[in-house]
């Protein structure tokens, strides 16, 4: 089975894994209606790892709700009105694109523990929410 | 509600800071001064002088005079022992004649009577002090910000600006020191409690803003406007006379806001200088609040301010006026420095007894008070010199010690504030700049205009530490199996960002760990996680052409199926970077380089390809894909219960590569023997990291595998001579002085360094890379001096205990004449020196059977 | 150093986003003289005025590309992919 770079991460967070094709997914947490509700009323990060193409290098976040440009802003100098940029987050080198719920920020594999984490302390202000694959797909809907 | 200062409670009202809760409570002196330990009082209330530095709630050289006041404080006095009322360091005042301007350059000529002062000076020196090692760490953050106006002050001026460029569709960002957060409109972005401490290039404003939201203690904001708009107003600055820096001596603009903003009656009787006759607005307001207006004299007539801890009258030729409160109608300086900072001009205009500025660069304006500041005619800026009469108020620096550095040769502007260290403190000149410049101008009889100001370096105000640091969050890099390592008991160490394991902790001692890892590499198998390594897909017809124009030897040649060590080298011959090159088909080459120069050797090709027009493709796989390698002689045993792919010498030979699935990944395989034995390095999908890794460990353990870290392979390949680039070669190196003549192929047309190698071929070596063997007892560290007839002739770069051999090896750089096999050298060894034998031998294995089993 | 440079695919960004590569400077043949190739590896022009540079967007997209920069104001005039 293949695994995200956090899936040791999503394991100590109490997440229910699944299997999709091939991969090991965060499926929930704690309640995908209490995650979707907190990414509504604020701001989320959701791995999307598994969303993946041969020999990619990048491990991939979905930062989601009304917070996400703030939570951004302290993380990169990216003018968050672009469609798709690469540039540093987090001081680590990154593509952020533009994505329906928010933005997909995509980094190299290796760092994606220290980014997600850099993410969840910036997020502390506004109580950033850790989701599922279960509440994003909610969300989408 | 109640701050506490030095202990004691005091109380605070709605809109108090912290000085004027201590100023109602009865405090006056509030610091002591820098040098001489002189009794200071509130001067500003802005914000912009040294008097009110104290430490707040562990936190030095914080200005009082404009932190708001909050429950629960504690605030201590700086900078006077044992307290503000009695400082014993006030005595330096009777040693001002040992202290003259720029006493330490003419006193510590000798340097041993500096080095006996410098530990006395520094324990005096300083205003604040750190917090102690254990204080709770404070959090701050970053944040960025694009803007396509920002204006930096939120008074009028500035917020009618504001509202023009929002009401015209832009993106408008205020910045405000004011703690005010609620607007009248939401049509621009408030940054309020903040203060811009410089403008840089390309539009970037740097700026500070306290408490943002709870738990941090400070954000710092970068801005990038498109156009920015400094509204920062004019500041009032202080009169020169002896004994100007007395408590009660007061600029026009504290006594306001003392009363104003803080119900606060700064005295009972109070003399004016101002150069306005008649009753002033600052005469009736202090007379509202029954303040005796004893006398307004203009700047010209005063002569001394009287007494000792606190001001008790002022001296003029109108007369002599007992006080306790003096007032300075002070000059009005615009808060120009960001203009400055953006490339405007300072003009001296005589009218407005002010550096106004001018010359503004594109997309930069000025507006309000900060582009002229006429508030008041100016008033004369001639001081007398005397050891009284203060300039400075952050470093103590007189017009005595102006009109002497002058005297003595430093009257360029430039030059006087660096032998007097004037507008050097705190204050960054806000209050002392003009008069410096003023005294300057008369004593070389030169105009204002022509004696100029100093250059406005950024931060001004002041920055933190911390701010500038930010979120203590810096980039760590894990490969793929990192919790396995720490699950199996892995010891971490840094390389840049990456953590590897050094050793596993396996037994009782680190030697013990290291050692069992090395024997099971040895004479079982040992697995190691070497996922750090640059990996770089090359593709596309002309790839075997760029690698042997950028590569030292040739790898057009190369078979796909096979593996060669490649070694490049910049135009000067220096050793760049050393790894393999694969070649998996016609047009397709699989690229390893050492873990630290992968970002320089990705650059280095993407440069050479840039515009050449060839036809390749690369891409950097180093994260994409997981490696280990896998070594000892039951390697193969291990390798075969995972996989189909022919093992066998005769299947897949030493430096040969296939390509194949293992425990059902699709991986690269490469035979190579960096640690001397039988073994595959295995490069395979990242995603499959932990899978592979467990599958090996499960496939190895009838065998007795071991994971092996970075220590016990710094001894195996060392066992075998093996270079490490930038351990054991330097930035000085090149491929001869190393040993490595082999892998320069001059007959190839061109390539880079052909001609400074061709040079360095047939010069006659200053040095060389040689091995050395010596005594087990004494094991050198990495970088020992090598001595030659007593004298540094060289160094150690890499020395263990070898078990193979049981001596200590190494190697080691050592002049050409000492580097003949079994010559005699010294290493300095816990600081004796110590013999040892040079060889060029490879310690183990020299015939390389053991790598071919 | 945080005047603003457009790269030829992300636009304009901070200076400390890229990596500067030196000055534009033709390589020599195999065969010319000593001098040419010490000019080559160890002498700068260092111009003081409008200069011919290569920049890699390092914190980017990581290509490398060429800028005409006014070394006295730090104004960058154009940059371009090299053919």
């Known amino acids: 089975m293949k695994r995200s770079a956090l899936h040791r991460w999503h394991e100590k967070a109490g997440a229910t894994l699944a299997e999709e094709n091939g991969w090991y997914v965060p499926f929930r947490y704690s309640n995908a209606e209490q995650e979707a509700g907190a990414v509504r009323g604020s701001v989320g990060i959701c791995d999307l790892s598994h969303i993946h193409e041969p020999l990619s290098p990048y491990a991939r976040f979905l930062i989601a709700g009304p917070n996400t440009r703030a939570v951004l802003s302290k993380l990169t100098s990216l003018n968050l009105d672009l469609t798709t940029a690469y540039g540093s987050v987090a001081h680590v080198r990154s593509l952020v694109t533009r994505h329906e719920l928010g933005f997909l920020v995509m980094v190299p594999r290796d760092y994606a523990e220290s980014v997600w984490e850099s993410l969840l302390d910036a997020g502390e202000e506004f109580h950033i929410t850790v989701f599922g694959l279960e509440a994003s797909r909610r969300l989408e809907a | ?853 | ?83």
């Not at chain 2, 530990?119 to 102690?132: C, E, F, M, T």
């Not at chain 2, 100016?378 to 620096?397: E, H, I, Q, W």
């Not at chain 2, 073994?679 to 065998?703: C, K, Q, T, V």
């Not at chain 2, 007839?789 to 160094?795: E, K, S, T, V």
């Open chain 2, 1 to 853: 509600m109640d701050i506490r200062f030095n202990g004691k409670a005091i109380p605070i009202q709605e809109g108090d800071t912290v000085a004027s809760a201590l100023y109602r409570a009865g405090q006056r002196i509030f610091t002591r001064s820098f040098k001489y330990h002189r009794p200071r009082g509130l001067l500003c209330c802005s914000g912009h002088c040294p008097n009110c530095l104290m430490n707040v709630d562990g936190i030095p050289n914080v200005r009082t005079c404009i932190t708001p006041a909050r429950g629960g404080m504690a605030v201590k006095h700086q900078n006077a022992r044992p307290s503000l009322d009695f400082d014993y360091l006030a005595i330096a005042q009777q040693f001002d004649w040992m202290m003259p301007v720029g006493w330490y350059y003419k006193n510590f000529t000798n340097p041993r009577l500096w080095h006996l002062a410098e530990s006395q000076i520094r324990k005096v020196a300083g205003l604040g002090d750190p917090p102690p090692p254990d204080a709770p760490e404070a959090v701050y953050e970053h944040a960025h910000m694009q803007a396509g106006v920002a204006v930096i002050g939120g008074g009028e001026a500035g917020l009618n600006a504001a509202r023009e460029a929002a009401s015209q569709g832009e993106r408008v960002v205020v910045v405000d020191d004011q703690p005010r957060t609620t607007l009248g409109d939401s049509s621009y972005t408030l940054l309020s409690r903040s203060y811009c401490f410089g403008l840089y290039e390309g539009n970037l404003l740097g700026v500070l803003q306290s408490e943002p939201h709870s738990g941090v203690r400070e954000r710092l904001v970068h801005i990038r406007a498109k156009r920015i708009v400094v509204a920062t107003g004019a500041y009032e600055a202080p009169l020169t006379f002896k004994n100007n820096d007395l408590p009660g001596i007061m600029l026009s603009t504290a006594v306001w806001r003392l009363i104003h903003r803080h119900g606060i009656q700064p005295g009972t009787s109070a003399v004016i200088i101002s150069n306005e006759t008649g009753d002033s607005a600052i005469a009736a307001e202090l007379r509202n609040v029954g303040i005796a207006v004893v006398a307004t004299v203009p700047p010209s007539d005063v002569l001394e301010a009287t007494g000792s801890k606190h001001v008790t009258g002022l001296r003029t030729r109108r007369g002599n006026f007992a006080c306790d409160l003096v007032v300075m109608c002070g000059h009005r300086i615009p808060d120009a420095g960001l203009l400055s900072q953006a490339g405007a001009k300072l003009e001296w205009s005589a009218e407005a007894g002010a550096f106004v500025p001018t010359e503004l660069p594109p997309n930069i304006t000025a507006v309000g008070d900060v582009t002229h500041a006429l508030v008041r005619a100016a008033s004369t800026l001639v001081s007398m010199p005397n050891k009284r009469t203060f300039v400075c108020f952050c470093n103590d620096v007189t017009s005595q010690d102006i009109c002497d550095s002058i005297a003595e040769g430093f009257d360029h502007i430039e030059l006087l504030k660096r032998y007097t260290t004037t507008t050097m403190g705190p204050c960054q000149g806000r209050m002392c700049q003009l008069q410096a410049i003023g005294i300057c101008a008369r004593e070389t009889g030169r105009e204002i205009q022509e004696t100029g100001v100093t250059t406005s370096r950024p931060p001004n105000p002041g920055v933190t530490l911390g701010a500038l640091g930010g979120a203590r969050h810096h980039p760590i890099r894990r490969t793929p199996m990192h919790y396995q390592h720490e699950e199996l008991g892995a010891v971490w160490m840094d390389m840049g960002d990456w953590k590897r394991p050094r050793y596993y902790k396996s037994a009782q001692t680190e030697r013990e760990s290291i050692l069992r890892e090395y024997n099971a590499v040895r004479q079982a198998v040992g697995v190691i996680d070497v996922s750090t390594l640059g990996k770089l897909s090359l593709k596309g017809r002309d790839t075997g052409k760029l690698l042997d124009k950028v590569y030292t030897n040739r790898f057009s040649d190369l078979k796909p199926g096979r593996v060669r060590y490649a070694v490049l080298c910049d135009e000067a011959g220096i050793i760049l970077d050393d790894g393999t090159i694969s070649r998996k088909d016609e047009d397709d080459f699989f690229i390893t380089t050492t873990t630290g120069n992968l970002e320089f050797m990705e650059q280095w090709l993407e440069w050479w390809l840039a515009g050449a027009g060839w036809d390749v493709q690369t891409s950097n796989l180093t994260s994409a894909l997981a490696a280990v390698n896998l070594a000892g002689p039951k390697a193969r045993d291990v390798l075969s219960a995972l996989t189909n792919c022919g093992l066998s010498n005769a299947e897949f030979p030493y430096m040969a590569c296939r390509n194949a699935e293992v425990a059902g990944v699709p991986a690269l395989l490469m035979r190579i023997g960096f640690v001397g034995e039988t073994g595959w390095e295995i490069h395979y999908p990242a995603e499959s990291g932990e899978h592979l890794w467990s599958a090996l460990m499960d496939a190895g353990r009838p065998f007795g595998i071991c994971p092996f870290g970075v220590e016990a392979q710094r001894l195996l390949r060392l066992e075998k001579r093996h270079v490490i680039v930038g351990v054991d070669t330097d930035a000085l190196t090149s491929p001869y002085e190393a040993g490595m003549a082999w892998v320069v192929k001059h007959d190839k047309d061109d390539f880079i360094g052909k001609f400074a190698l061709g040079k360095l071929a047939s010069a006659p070596a200053q040095q060389s890379l040689v091995g050395f063997t010596m005594n087990a007892n004494e094991i050198p560290e990495d970088g020992a001096a090598i001595l030659v007839n007593g004298a540094l002739a060289g160094r150690v770069t890499s020395a263990r205990y070898s078990p193979a051999v049981e001596k200590a090896i190494g190697l080691a750089w050592v002049p050409a004449g000492a580097a003949a096999e079994g010559a005699q050298i010294e290493i300095r060894v816990a600081g004796a020196p110590v013999r040892a034998t040079v060889t060029q031998r490879v310690f183990y294995d020299p015939d390389g059977a053991r790598l071919r089993m």
């Open chain 3, 1 to 83: 150093m945080s005047f603003l440079l457009a790269c030829p695919e992300c636009g304009e960004r901070s200076a400390y986003e890229f990596r500067f590569g030196g000055e534009v400077k033709s390589r020599p043949q195999p065969g010319d003289s000593e001098d040419a190739w010490f000019q080559y590896i160890y002498t700068k022009t260092n111009e003081a005025g409008e200069q011919e540079e290569w920049w890699f967007h390092r914190n980017g997209c990581r290509k490398w590309f060429q800028a005409l920069r006014d070394t006295r104001t730090n104004t960058v005039i154009a940059t371009w992919y090299p053919e």
